[in-house]
């Protein structure tokens, strides 16, 4: 049986006419944290879009968990846990609302002991019955990060979800998502600009470029890079679309 959580082959997807994605191949792995790198408009968001359901490839295969998001989505979606970004939450409901209807979305007993644990360690606790509405982008990030954690899911999918948060949060989520990478309970894709995060809490770095995965950085490294004094990933990411982009 393989151990990919998500498994994307020879993926393009666009909006209309434009093509963004173009012959796409990934996998991330139970035990394993992906970040994926790339400018504003190299395709990263997009391809979460594809990967978690919100848009549909034009052709290619995406598997979560063993299932197809395109013909099996309901069954894929149960393996998926997806921070919903800020701007997406319902800003009439509360925290807990929130909590609550992904929970029966997920056919859940309950929302899990363990989230509102979280939810307490990031200092949430004191905003669950609060409108989404009244609360502070930061909030809102761990709520959405909150959501995606929902149900033991088999991969998690964030979409730069550290942003405004202040570093104590920061630091706890990275912590809580690395501990259930390394316990074998998930993988984690994380597309982000954040490239400290991308060097010392991934395992791998794929770099999106004009919608083509043009390079990537394994674990022994990204081990290398963690103790070089020439700049580290920033450098390496620096070289590589100096000189490499136009290679691959």
């Known amino acids: 049986m393989s151990d990919a959580v ?3 082959s020879a993926l393009r997807a666009g909006y209309g006419e434009r093509v963004v994605l173009r012959d796409v191949d990934l996998r991330v792995a139970r035990g394993e944290w992906l970040a994926l790198l790339g400018a504003n408009g190299s395709g990263k968001s997009t391809l979460l879009d594809v990967c978690v359901g919100r848009l549909a490839p034009t052709s290619g295969t995406v598997r979560v968990g063993g299932h197809s998001i395109v013909t099996e989505a309901v069954a894929a979606k149960t393996k998926l846990g997806y921070a919903v970004a800020p701007e997406r939450l319902p800003p009439l409901l ?3 609302e929130c909590l609550a209807v992904q929970a029966a979305a997920k056919r859940l007993a309950s929302i899990d002991a363990e989230v509102l644990e979280l939810a307490e360690a990031l200092r949430l606790a ?4 609060d409108a989404v509405a009244l609360m502070s ?4 990030q761990k709520l959405g990060v909150l959501l995606a ?3 033991e899911p088999e991969l998690i999918v964030l979409d730069e979800t550290f942003n405004g948060l202040d570093p104590a949060s920061g630091l706890l989520l990275k912590r809580h998502l690395r501990a259930r990478v390394d316990a074998g309970r998930c993988g984690v894709l994380l597309a982000t600009h954040a490239l400290d995060i991308a060097e010392h809490w991934a ?4 770099l999106l470029h004009e919608g083509r995965l043009v390079h990537e ?5 990204l081990e290398r890079l963690r103790v070089s ?3 580290g990933l920033e450098a390496a990411l620096a070289e590589q679309l100096v000189t490499g982009k136009s290679a691959n």
């Open 6 to 8: 998500l498994e994307i």
């Open 203 to 206: 395992d791998r770095v794929s």
């Open 126 to 129: 004191p905003w669950l019955d």
């Open 137 to 140: 982008y930061g909030t809102r």
């Open 217 to 221: 950085w394994s674990r022994a490294e």
């Open 94 to 96: 509360s925290a807990r």
């Open 149 to 151: 954690l929902l149900g």
């Open 229 to 231: 004094r020439d700049g």
